[in-house]
């Protein structure tokens, strides 16, 4: 394979997974941003037959979501502190409840591949390089 | 005399025994949304998610009085929605929990001993995939005679409200997928059931 044809475009994906590398921190740590320790709520008819002191049933143990818009959250607080989000209201607003852990796993792959991938272009793009000088400079 | 004396104490105890068995009550699970709610919680590497159902049926024999009792829950499986369609279609498959074919949860209580306040020590049985596994869990269980807020619940009768949640293990229920296998997907699955039951 002929490396020094593809020398320019080596140096471009190694820019671009630079780029890739750091949009992805920065995109991550935008999202991240205001997200809140909450626990996704629902009001259950007759919830006092229960014999709970509180109407919410709670879906899912509490997890760290990305912030929601205010109306999203109700009165009351969760298992272990946490905020409550009122998911009928997600629901009836075609709001999905993204996690941080959803951001931060997409987050690592886009970054760990892309830092992997810029490596590899880097090295080509300077194998590429060396290739590309004259023999005499070379030595 | 001493016949006689002997047959009334008879009389009394048999009296007495079938009284306490007929405390038995049977109770059924009122079958409306919003009153009952399953919930399955997974941990995969990407985020938790829940799956949420109100499709519960079920029947539990019951004595408030002596607080023991039997019962069955079933909770249709195929109806559980994640908030993903693609996701609750994948879960139905075979793949994964394989509702297509065996759509039924099933926990069997066969006895139920008082432990303290409304919490029983429940021993049964809990089924899915087609495979039964005996099981222990702690629940709570309560009574309420038919008041305002079973009234206001469109409750008849008095009722008795069921509230059980516990892991389980799906590779105990030949779930497994290579996503588990890899530990991208836990293992246990965190099951709360809350159902409200009638006498009525």
């Known amino acids: 394979m002929n490396l020094v044809r593809f020398k320019t475009t080596f140096f471009a994906l190694a820019i671009l997974a630079g780029i890739l590398l750091v949009g992805s921190l920065v995109a991550s740590s935008l999202l991240l ?15 006092e037959l229960f014999g709970e002191n509180q109407s919410n049933v709670y879906i899912g143990s509490p997890q760290k979501f990305l912030a929601l818009p205010s109306q999203a959250y109700m009165q009351g607080i969760g298992e272990k502190g946490a905020q409550l989000i009122n998911n009928a209201y997600l629901k009836q607003n075609g709001i999905y409840p993204f996690q941080v852990k959803t951001v931060e796993f997409i987050r690592n792959v886009i970054a760990i591949c892309s830092l992997l991938g810029g490596i590899l272009m880097l090295s080509l793009w300077a194998r590429a390089n060396r290739l590309s000088q004259p023999k005499s400079q070379m030595a | 005399m001493k016949k006689q004396v002997l047959l009334a104490f008879g009389a009394l ?15 059924k699970v009122v079958e409306r949304d919003n ?25 539990f024999n019951f ?37 297509e ?22 021993t049964g049985t809990f089924t899915m995939n087609g495979v039964t596994k005996a099981m222990i869990t ?12 079973t009234a206001s619940a469109r409750i008849a009768g008095d009722s008795l409200a069921l509230n059980a949640k516990f892991p389980i293990k ?19 699955l965190d099951i709360t059931i809350k159902a409200i039951a009638t006498n009525k």
Do not use: C, H
């Open chain 2, 63 to 99: 004595d408030r009085e002596a607080k023991t009792g039997t019962g069955t829950i079933t909770v249709d499986g195929a109806s559980l929605d994640t908030g993903v369609e693609r996701r609750n279609l994948d879960m139905k498959t075979a793949a994964w929990l394989n509702f």
């Open chain 2, 170 to 188: 799906l590779s105990d229920y030949k779930i497994t997928n290579p996503s588990i296998a890899a530990g991208r997907v836990s293992d246990t």
């Open chain 1, 33 to 47: 941003r205001g997200s809140v320790y909450a626990q996704l709520a629902e009001k259950l008819e007759a919830a």
């Open chain 2, 13 to 27: 105890a048999l009296t007495t025994l079938m009284s306490a068995r007929g405390a038995t009550e049977v109770w």
């Open chain 2, 101 to 122: 074919k065996e759509p039924e949860i099933k926990f069997q209580a066969t006895r139920v001993q008082w432990m303290r306040n409304n919490d029983y020590r429940i």
């Open chain 2, 138 to 149: 702690v629940a709570t269980l309560k009574v309420t005679n038919a008041n305002a807020a």
């Open chain 2, 35 to 59: 009153l009952n709610i399953a919930i399955a919680e997974s941990e995969t590497d990407v985020e938790n998610f829940t799956a949420r159902t109100s499709k519960i049926k079920g029947t």
